[in-house]
């Protein structure tokens, strides 16, 4: 029998590409071999399942001859910042201090950090425990070191590494 195409059904967000060395005639009792690559980065930002059908279609007839359910499990990356107690208090001029700041990783996979990531006078110097484990708890720690009289702040563009890239947003005063 000789297979002319396989298809998998595509679902709102998650893109399916089908390699395979079609077509190709299989022999009775020998396997053929199809590979899936699947880009669920518009797939929203919780984790989910989803259940896409496997076609195949043969040469010589119009209709499928093999249908296979797919179960995929799409694990997403994503944290929150614990801001509340996140405040830089005025600084003395040539003085250093250092916030902790808590993170939690409220996706289905472990992150982890670069460091340290320096932003003109503010530098997150680590995040203990790297790499963050689903659903774990971290400490990150954002320095300070003025060495002028006046207000500063800082937008921190943290990338994790699934690719997400986080926002964190901090200012002080120096006096």
Do not use: W
Not at 33 to 60: E, F, K, M, W
């Amino acid at each position: 029998m000789l297979f002319r195409s396989v298809v998998v059904e595509q679902l709102a967000g998650v893109r399916i590409n089908v390699t395979s060395s079609m077509p190709r005639r299989i022999l009775t009792f020998r396997r053929d071999t199809v590979r899936l690559s699947i880009d669920a980065s518009g797939a929203g930002s919780t984790s989910q399942r989803i259940s896409p059908r496997l076609t195949v279609y043969s040469n010589s007839e119009r209709d499928s001859i093999f249908v296979q359910p797919l179960v995929i499990s799409i694990d997403k990356a994503d944290m929150r910042f614990d801001t509340a107690n996140y405040v830089f208090p005025k600084q003395k001029i040539y003085r250093s201090t250092t916030q902790r700041l808590g993170v939690t990783n409220t996706g289905m996979v472990p992150l982890q950090f670069q460091n340290p990531i320096v932003r003109n006078k503010f530098s997150i110097d680590s995040v203990s425990p790297n790499p963050l484990a689903a659903g774990g708890t971290a400490t990150m720690y954002v320095r300070f070191a003025g060495d002028t009289v006046g207000n500063y702040s800082e937008i921190f563009r943290i990338a994790d590494s699934c690719g997400n890239i986080h926002t964190l947003t901090t200012s002080v005063e120096v006096a």
